[in-house]
Each structure stands twice: as C-alpha cells, then as structure tokens.
C-alpha cells in the first residue's frame, strides 16, 4: 500500500508501506531534512493504522487529521533545546502500557527525537524494548546522526530525501512566490522545505537581507561601523515574539472555559511553555540567517574554485565576484569553519546579541 504522503520517498514507501499492508514493527525512525514530508507521512500512517478494521475508517481518518483520535498522542519537546522526560513520561510509557480506546493500535509520534536528553531516553527505553502488541512508535528528526544510539538501535529506520530545487522551486511558484525567488529559495534552503518557504513567501527576503549584510561586513572591514548582528537579531527577536503572542492566544482562550481557580496554575503552565518556544523561535531564526551567512562564504569559495555555476546565491553572481577578488580560498573556508562551528554551539549561548558580535569579529580578524 502506497500512500500519497510516500510517493516521492521510495524507501520510506517500501518500509511504511508493508507496515501498513501487514503487521507494523513496533518503533520507525523517521529520518530526513525538514520539510521532506515526515511529518505528513506519520500522520497519513497513523490515520490507516487507526483506521484499520474501525466501523467508520474515513472518520477515524478525519480524527487522525485533526488530531482528534483517542489513540493518537503527538509528542513535541517542551524543553527550549531538548525533549524533557516529563514530555514523555504521561504521554508515552504510561499511556502506552493502556489498551486503545477503540482501534486496534496506539501510536505515538515523537517530534525531534534528536533533542531527547539522557533522562527522557531512559524512561523511554522500556517503551522501545518490550512495547505491548497494540503500541506502534514514530520518531521524527532532521538530524540521525544526533539521535542517541540507544534510541536510534531500537527503532527501524525510515529515510525521506530531500526535494530536487527545481520540484522545490515548483510548490513555492505555487504557493505564490515570484519565480527568481522561488529559484533562489530552493538552492538557499539546501532541501530544507520549511525554511525555503520562509524565504519564499514570508520575512524570508529580510533575513536574506541581513544574513548576507552579516557575511559582507567582515569582508569588507566594516563590522564595527555597520554592527551587522543588529538587524539579523532584529528578525529573530521579532519570530521570538510571535511564538509566545501565539501563547499568550492560546492562554487567553483556554482562561474563558476554566474555572477561576485553576487560572493561575495554568498562567504557570502556559507562561513556561511560552518562554520556551519563544528561545526556539530565536534560536530557529539566527540559525537560519547565519547558514544564509555560512553559504555566502561557501559561494565565495566556489567562486574562486572557478565554479561559480555551483553558487547557490545564484541571484548574487555579480556581488559573489566582487567578494571574491583579491581573497584566498583557504581563508574563506576558515570563515565558513567559524559560522558552521558557531550554529553547532548556538544552544549553549546565554546571550545571543554578545556572542553573534564576538563571531563577527573573529570573521572580520580571520577575513583580513
């Protein structure tokens, strides 16, 4: 059985597919970049396997799709940077050692399995070893390799591809992006759906914007004049707002059918969840803009290769050459080393404004 969702993943068709024509293993990781359809394809498989030998398939199917079956739990992290134990305690082995409300399955899908700290991996372990016949697991994540191995040796892996650019190109060009920004989105985004449709059709071109600014300043001896990491903080600090208005919305909605009472216990609740998805939200943007950064430097490098066909700033050709002239290929590959090994360590930062500053200058110093 092949589902739309799997169409454009011919192994994740394969596995996904006799799992739902025969009897389902027991744990998926689902591996693959963000935007390639795994969270499509868990919902689209967890709606057959709920749907299976229910007396009204299509309406279980709808429920699935909404989110509204009994026996569908959907797990996120909670945690600003990892997926806490409290997130699957409740949620996943408790819930997973009862029988199903009404199908003949229970599925748990587990979003970013690759910030599972120690603690949440170990509670989950038991689940994974020895599940109950009826409990079918299915891990997400952008990043396997950063998935514990005890985690990732349990499960049975399930690999989605990353969209060619020009298949990328076309659902941007149909989501209304202008055709050169949808091209540029598409190589920019490196497969990356979610991100080539910010920069397709939201405050993606602002972002690009001061990504860029951030990369050419040092090139130039301009930081400290221009103080690039402003406005490139600006746009993250702007998504970290409409995180938490989203919170404070949904706050403010639940408050109207509460009992007065239980208001301020779940302020508490709401206001932590907040803060957290607010830290995500600019974590998310200043990663997005510093690998828009990173790439510009990858480009000057492909410039100077001799093969600025393969730029993916492929709009930029003329600034990309102006860039390049007069540098050396081995120090724009450190500068390139010094924005990738500062999005690897961005979550143990406290404070976003010192340390992008600090990686602007060490640019400037090394691009000198």
């Not at 011919?10 to 990781?29: E, F, I, T």
């Not at 299915?138 to 049975?156: F, Y």
């Not at 830290?279 to 790439?295: I, K, N, P, Y």
Request: with cysteine; glycine share 6%.
């Amino acid at each position: 059985m092949t589902l739309p969702a799997l169409e454009p993943h011919p192994h994740a068709a394969a596995v996904l597919g006799a799992a739902l024509a025969g009897r389902p293993s027991h744990a998926y990781l689902l591996h693959g970049p963000a935007g390639s359809g795994k969270r499509q394809a868990a919902r689209a498989v967890a709606a057959e396997l709920l749907a299976r030998g229910a007396p009204d398939p299509d309406g279980a199917r709808v429920r699935v799709r909404h989110g509204a079956h009994p026996d569908l739990t959907w797990v996120t992290p909670s945690g600003a940077h990892e997926m806490l134990r409290r997130d699957v305690d409740d949620a996943v082995v408790s819930a997973a050692a009862r029988t199903p409300f009404e199908a003949s399955f229970r599925v748990f899908v587990l979003e970013r399995a690759d910030t599972m700290n120690d603690e949440a991996a170990n509670a989950l372990l038991k689940t994974l070893e020895e599940p109950a016949d009826y409990v079918v697991l299915l891990l997400l994540t952008d990043r396997i390799t950063q998935v514990l191995p005890t985690i990732a040796s349990r499960c049975q892996p399930v690999r989605f591809d990353a969209p060619a650019p020009a298949a990328l190109a076309d659902r941007l060009r149909a989501r209304g992006a202008a055709p050169p920004q949808a091209e540029a989105a598409a190589r920019l985004s490196l497969g990356n759906g979610e991100r080539a449709l910010v920069l397709a059709v939201h405050d993606g071109a602002a972002l690009r914007a001061h990504a860029e600014r951030f990369a050419r300043a040092p090139l130039h001896g301009r930081v400290g004049a221009e103080r690039p990491w402003v406005a490139l903080r600006e746009v993250a600090s702007a998504r970290a707002g409409a995180a938490r208005a989203a919170y404070e919305e949904r706050l403010a909605d639940e408050l109207q059918l509460l009992p007065r009472r239980e208001h301020r216990k779940r302020e508490t609740e709401i206001g932590e969840q907040a803060r957290r998805a607010e830290r995500r939200a600019e974590t998310a943007a200043l990663d997005h803009g510093l690998q828009l950064a990173g790439l510009w430097y990858r480009d000057l490098a492909c410039v100077l290769a001799g093969a600025p066909e393969l730029a993916h700033h492929a709009d930029r050709a003329d600034a990309l050459a102006q860039d390049a002239d007069g540098r050396h290929l081995t120090v724009v590959g450190a500068a390139t080393e010094l924005v990738d090994d500062f999005r690897a360590r961005m979550a143990l930062n406290v404070s976003y404004e010192l340390a992008c500053e600090a990686l602007a200058f060490r640019l400037e110093r090394t691009l000198a």
